[in-house]
């Protein structure tokens, strides 16, 4: 079935750890993106990237960083988690432009204690 | 700065139409979309526009008035299944969608 797959679906870490958030889509789609969602706010962009071998930074990327080796995976790092960073994580893709459609992950659950 | 301004809950009736309004502001502006996020899952996508007036989508229609900054969901002969939140989200200059927190629409029998 095609669709965007996360991983793992739910975590939690102790502060100073690192951790690497899982993103993979099967849809061919160019563009992908890494949102947090906390409660009370709106999606917040973290990192986005608009193809393979591309990134760019969003709203808050503080703390994190990403990569995209090939079209299919996105994954987010945090390089020393700290509990500011409990959330929740979605990627999300969409075809080409940013005016298309964006797809979302099931999301992962981080909580950083 | 850029903002996104929607209710934070409202209560509708099963079988009723219910209007879920969204403000925005944004540097520039390539379209405002709707999506729908049920409790513990990921946002879906409803709508999107970029000219003024009302597209309509079987029970859903959204609306879009670019000179006043606002823009509304639409929801007519309401089901449970539609207990959800609402995401309005603006697309700026740079192609970056800003979020609105979001209205939960609670559905009662």
């Known amino acids: 079935i095609a669709g965007i797959t996360q991983a793992p679906t739910s975590q939690i870490l102790a502060a100073g750890r690192r951790m690497t958030l899982r993103c993979t889509q099967d849809?061919?789609?160019?563009?992908m993106y890494w949102y947090r969602q906390d409660l009370g706010l709106g999606l917040r962009l973290i990192h986005y990237?608009?193809?393979?071998?591309?990134?760019g930074k969003g709203e808050v990327p503080d703390g994190y960083s990403v990569s995209r080796a090939n079209t299919d995976d996105f994954p987010l790092t945090l390089a020393s988690a700290v509990p500011s960073q409990t959330s929740v994580y979605f990627c999300a893709s969409s075809e080409a432009g940013a005016t298309d459609t964006q797809y979302f992950g099931p999301g992962t659950r981080l909580t950083v204690l | 700065g850029q903002n996104i301004d929607q209710p934070t809950e409202m209560t509708a009736t099963e079988g009723a139409i219910v209007q879920i309004n969204c403000t925005y502001q944004t540097s520039g502006f390539n379209g405002l979309f709707w999506y729908q996020q049920h409790a513990g899952e990921a946002p879906t996508f409803l709508s999107y526009n970029v000219l003024d007036g009302l597209e309509e989508k079987g029970r859903f229609s959204s609306f879009l008035s670019r000179s006043k900054g606002y823009s509304y969901l639409l929801l007519k002969e309401l089901q449970m299944k539609d207990s959800a939140s609402y995401l309005c989200?603006?697309?700026?200059?740079?192609?970056?969608?800003?979020w609105g927190a979001g209205t939960k629409l609670i559905i009662k029998p």
């Open positions: 990237s608009n193809t393979a071998g591309t990134t």
């Open positions: 849809m061919r789609h160019n563009a």
């Open positions: 989200a603006g697309m700026d200059s740079n192609y970056q969608l800003i």
